[in-house]
């Protein structure tokens, strides 16, 4: 079946502007994660949705990132007022209920001149 | 609290070579232990896991064995191949109680030369 998808594969932007990045998750799961990746660095947990239960924000690095999940489904990074430090690899990842291997989608890759 | 600790990279080797990369833990419980790979260009992929002690996860000739003892779980692969060259991440999995997330190494960047 399908796995785990993220659009757009790759976003430049100029600083201040907002980007919203997308996921849509493999049918079926009702965990999805979001991770940031930066050059150099390992994985980052930004936010945590499962089910209806309300979100795992705490890993959000400012009041400029958010995230929705909509139908407990497709998922949606913002992040607002861009800056250079942002620039990353945006990961996505997805998880079946009750079972803890995730799988990731090809991340969006987000540079922010 | 959990964390994990990863080998440094870059590692690289001739084809055909022995490969270890490092992982230690520390943890309270027994949590599940993973590791991924991410190949150029591509998405994290679940590589092996291992659920408790002394368990050994395998794939693709890659192993790795759960030691509670040493709180480690080291990658390793008896002969390495060019399509090996990637990125590896070790992980942490996630205790009863908390979102699940997984606590993640840094990754060891493995070049194969042939």
């Known amino acids: 079946g399908a796995g785990v998808s993220q659009s757009p594969s790759n976003k430049v932007t100029e600083k201040g502007k907002d980007v919203e990045l997308r996921c849509d998750p493999i049918s079926g799961h009702t965990a999805l994660y979001w991770y940031r990746q930066s050059l150099g660095q390992g994985l980052e947990f930004l936010i945590y949705?499962?089910?209806?239960?309300?979100?795992?924000k705490s890993g959000l690095p400012s009041d400029r990132f958010s995230a929705e999940r909509t139908g407990g489904s497709v998922s949606t990074l913002t992040i607002q007022r861009t800056q250079q430090e942002d620039s990353a690899v945006y990961l996505c990842a997805s998880r079946y209920t009750g079972k803890e291997t995730q799988y990731f989608g090809p991340g969006t890759r987000l540079l922010v001149l | 609290g959990n964390s994990v600790t990863q080998m440094e990279g870059p590692v690289t080797l001739s084809e055909e070579a022995f490969l270890t990369i490092n992982c230690t833990y520390t943890a309270t419980g027994y949590p599940s232990l993973f590791w991924y790979v991410q190949y150029p260009g591509e998405g994290l992929q679940l590589l092996l896991k291992?659920?408790?002690a002394d368990d050994k996860g395998s794939n693709k000739g890659f192993e790795a064995t759960y030691r509670k003892e040493t709180t480690s779980f080291h990658l390793e692969k008896g002969s390495v191949q060019v399509s090996d060259s990637a990125v590896y991440f070790c992980?942490?999995?996630?205790?009863?109680?908390?979102?699940?997330?997984?606590?993640w190494g840094l990754g060891t960047s493995l070049a194969v030369n042939p």
């Open positions: 291992a659920t408790k």
């Open positions: 992980a942490l999995g996630p205790n009863a109680g908390n979102n699940r997330k997984l606590i």
């Open positions: 949705f499962q089910g209806n239960s309300a979100p795992d």
